[in-house]
């Protein structure tokens, strides 16, 4: 365990510093943060002066090398634009974005697998084409137009949800159904086809034959099994949700890390960017390695190859 | 509102309604923390340290906090706040009379060395963005506690203007516990204390009782960001907010018709021009390889001038939310000439005036733009060709990013494009806009176009050091008129205004400077 903990870790630290030096090479190449930061009266001496002031003068490695040495010191730098520490801005962003996911996430699970499991016990039942279609319809539906759709009813034309902000738990309400949508029906379809394609499958038939109760058959015998691809696109979809809630968040004007890391691509604050960056990167890191180990749980096969 | 909302509302008389909060049933708007007067921009402040970002959102924030020396007028003349008098007693120097009696919110009283030293640090922080408000001043000197001495290395007469844009810090403060830690919890001597905040999202705000000005309407105010144009509409109309910058133009009926809140809009400071190639003969970026640059004709400029249909943008894309512009220099600026129009939208002499440069079939070209730095730019944009495809010139439009389209811009890298300059004043405008450039005195640095004139440029030069009023304005508007109207150094387009959506209890008045300052609001 602690070999697979240590070579875990190890991996860990390589892809952080594949990703930042990667994107530290492609934000550099985009353009120049002087031209979008500097007001445009700024003469060419206060660009100079400000540029140097950002330590951008130097040349490309240079800037690099003190970079890498930074986060080695646990320095990222601080913001173009707030001269905030970068880590900062992002990190006290991070649980509006955590809540939002967990709640879309959770949502979702408790919603789409029993809606899976009730769809799968009597495929093509009346409960099995409501659902399918009803799924149909959650994965065709935009982001940001089931969001407007939401705010103008519950905002404008009944006022019974603030339609922005992050004040409290009602504020969560509409961001947190738009982003679990998609998902309910994306857990939905897929717990039916995986519980279906287990309930052929001979230890749930054995089950069966010994006189098992249906309940505890589906539940106990075939469900576990049918968990397996679940765990792995749960892992996936929090991540993609994580980094990916930025459509979310602008349209709700939530404070999470996405908004704001939009915003630094825009304007090129490379040092927001690449402390974002890094906190994704390590999110899915995690998220992976606590994946493997749900896996080595659930699965026999998988924890004795660990 | 379509019948079938009316109907869901009248069918509405379940749970959903009972969990409706009704403001009206809390204290009265402004009135305590839990029900602060909110007004909601599209971005929000990146920062509370008052020199650090010249750019109108964030100022808006922070000059609730801070006094500025001076501000502007609606027509666009310093007034005073914390300097009350301004006197010019040398061409390098000017006296200021300062207010009396003013206290930072941690106590301190203000002194003319905070006065004094908020200037230089403006002038000489190098993050500082207000560096070219200020940029020749040398150094001031402390007469008694309520006048102060500017030194100057340039005359300066436009200096009261500039003073609009320098914010009064406690300076021994800022000494003692460093720019980071003051501007995390920003002191000033403005109608509102800062209480707290989240970088881009909100400020909370609360009335200060040592203020020196008239006591503010409401108490407790927070700014906070929305970025996304209908959000911002439906929280307006819900009435979760009182005041919405940049309502979009096509929502201004939906505001009207509500019944709980108006828009209020006023033509800004920023013009929104087209820059032709005015110095390379052939190759330049946008036009096919080794073509002639047409723009280097006037008659070819005068001609693209004169296809444009201002009117039709702004009554098609703006809802008349925009002001055509007659001149380069919008209404706010002193050189602003009532008197003139705009070459008359005539496609008839447009055609005439290109056959005459030799282009009967017109030409074609690629105009540059951005798609997401000014209010519906790449839609103008496209516009735009629409327009000039009328007289033959075929245009390639090309609305890239701002982060892209800047860099390019700088490096001189297009021949034809749009884009926007917010002014400060006629003068820095022409020295850095219009004059011939030249880089050792500064001069003419985002002159991307290599426009030269030498007969305005001493015009300017003359109106530089003139303290008379009336015979500087008279310099600076004869220089502007042979830009604008002889040569025709940029089409100048519109005036965007500022605009926002105000709820019924509040009285507010956009400003043309864009700021939104909550001191200056009323109840009604």
């Known amino acids: 365990m602690l070999r697979f903990l240590l070579t875990r870790a190890w991996q860990a630290l390589f892809t952080l510093w594949v990703v930042v030096s990667l994107v530290f090479l492609l934000i550099h190449a985009t353009g120049d943060p002087i031209a979008v930061l500097a007001p445009e009266q700024m003469s060419a001496h206060s660009r100079a002066v400000l540029r140097a002031a950002l330590g951008l003068d130097r040349p490309l490695a240079v800037q690099y090398v003190r970079y890498l040495a930074g986060v080695l010191h646990g320095n990222l730098g601080v913001s173009y634009y707030s001269g905030q520490p970068a880590m900062r801005l992002i990190l006290e962003r991070v649980p509006v974005t955590l809540e939002l996911v967990g709640l879309s996430i959770g949502v979702a699970v408790l919603l789409g697998v029993p809606f899976g499991i009730w769809a799968a016990v009597r495929p093509d039942g009346v409960a099995d084409r409501v659902l399918r279609s009803l799924s149909v319809l959650g994965s065709s539906v935009p982001t940001f137009f089931l969001g407007i759709l939401l705010i103008y009813f519950f905002s404008v034309a009944f006022n019974v949800l603030p339609a922005s902000g992050a004040g409290s738990l009602r504020h969560y309400i509409m961001p947190a159904f738009t982003l679990a949508f998609f998902r309910i029906a994306l857990f939905t379809r897929l717990v039916r086809s995986t519980l279906l394609e287990t309930l052929n499958q001979n230890h749930v038939r054995t089950a069966r034959a010994k006189g098992v109760s249906e309940p505890v058959v589906i539940l106990k015998h075939a469900l576990r099994t049918a968990l397996l691809p679940l765990v792995t696109v749960f892992g996936l979809q929090f991540g993609q949700l994580f980094a990916g809630a930025v459509i979310t968040e602008t349209i709700f004007a939530l404070p999470g890390m996405n908004r704001m890391a939009l915003q630094a691509l825009y304007r090129l604050d490379y040092p927001v960017i690449l402390a974002y960056v890094l906190v994704v990167a390590a999110m899915f890191v995690t998220i992976n390695f606590l994946v493997d180990l749900a896996y080595g749980l659930l699965d026999p096969r998988v924890r004795h190859h660990g | ?524």
Request: charged share 20%; with cysteine; glycine share 6%.
């Open chain 2, 1 to 524: 509102m379509p019948s079938w909302t009316t109907r869901l509302l009248a069918a509405c008389g379940t749970a959903a309604c009972l969990l409706a909060q009704s403001p009206a049933a809390q204290a009265a708007l402004g009135d305590s923390a839990q029900h602060p007067l909110v007004v909601a921009f599209k971005g929000g402040a990146t920062t509370l340290d008052p020199i650090m970002r010249s750019e109108t959102t964030t100022e808006s924030w922070q000059r609730n906090i801070f006094d500025t020396v001076t501000i502007l007028s609606p027509q666009g003349k310093p007034v005073p706040r914390i300097a009350v008098a301004w006197k010019n007693l040398a061409p390098l120097s000017w006296q200021l009379t300062l207010r009396a009696g003013v206290t930072f919110q941690n106590g301190m009283p203000m002194t003319a060395e905070d006065v004094g030293r908020s200037i230089m640090d403006a002038a000489n922080n190098p993050k500082s963005q207000m560096r070219e408000f200020v940029n020749d001043v040398t150094g001031y000197k402390v007469v008694n506690p309520t006048t102060l001495e500017v030194a100057f290395s340039r005359p300066d007469p436009l200096f009261p203007v500039h003073l609009s844009a320098i914010p009064v810090m406690p300076e021994a403060l800022i000494k003692k516990e460093g720019r980071a830690a003051f501007a995390a919890h920003p002191i000033g001597t403005g109608a509102y204390r800062f209480v707290s905040w989240l970088a881009e999202d909100h400020l909370d705000l609360r009335a200060w009782k040592g203020y020196w000005g008239h006591p503010v309407a409401f108490k407790f105010v927070r700014l906070e960001s929305i970025p996304n144009g209908a959000t911002r509409l439906a929280a307006l109309l819900s009435g979760q907010i009182e005041v919405a910058e940049k309502i979009n133009p096509e929502d201004f009926a939906r505001v009207k018709n509500s019944g709980r809140a108006r828009i209020t809009s006023v033509p800004g400071t920023r013009t929104m021009y087209l820059a032709m190639d005015d110095w390379r003969e052939t190759g330049s970026p946008g036009m096919a390889a080794g073509e002639k640059n047409p723009f280097l004709d006037p008659r070819v400029r005068k001609a693209v001038y004169e296809a444009i249909d201002v009117g039709l943008l702004r009554e098609k894309i703006f809802n008349d939310a925009a002001t055509v512009a007659t001149q380069f220099m919008p209404p706010l600026m002193e050189s602003f000439d009532r008197g003139l129009k705009r070459f008359p939208y005539s496609l008839a002499d447009a055609r005439k005036l290109l056959a005459a440069a030799g282009y009967p079939h017109g030409f074609t070209v690629r105009l540059d733009a951005t798609n997401d730095r000014y209010l519906e730019d790449s839609l103008v944009a496209q516009a735009l060709a629409g327009m000039l495809q009328q007289v033959g010139i075929i245009v390639q439009v090309n609305a890239i990013p701002k982060a892209v389209f800047f860099p390019q811009m700088n490096r001189g890298d297009f021949t034809f494009y749009l884009a926007g300059w917010g002014s400060v004043d006629p003068l820095s405008t022409w020295n850095s806009m219009f004059h011939c450039r030249d880089a050792k005195l500064g001069f003419g640095h985002v002159n991307r176009e290599h426009y030269c004139s030498q007969a305005a440029d001493a015009l300017i030069a003359k109106a530089s050091g003139s303290f008379d009023d009336a015979a500087r304005v008279k310099l600076e508007r004869a220089a502007y008129a042979l830009a604008d109207r002889t040569d025709i150094a940029y089409i100048p387009l519109y005036f965007q205004d500022e605009i926002a959506g105000v709820a019924n209890g509040v009285v507010w008045n956009e400003r043309p400077d864009g700021l939104i300052l909550a001191w200056q609001m009323q109840r009604k």
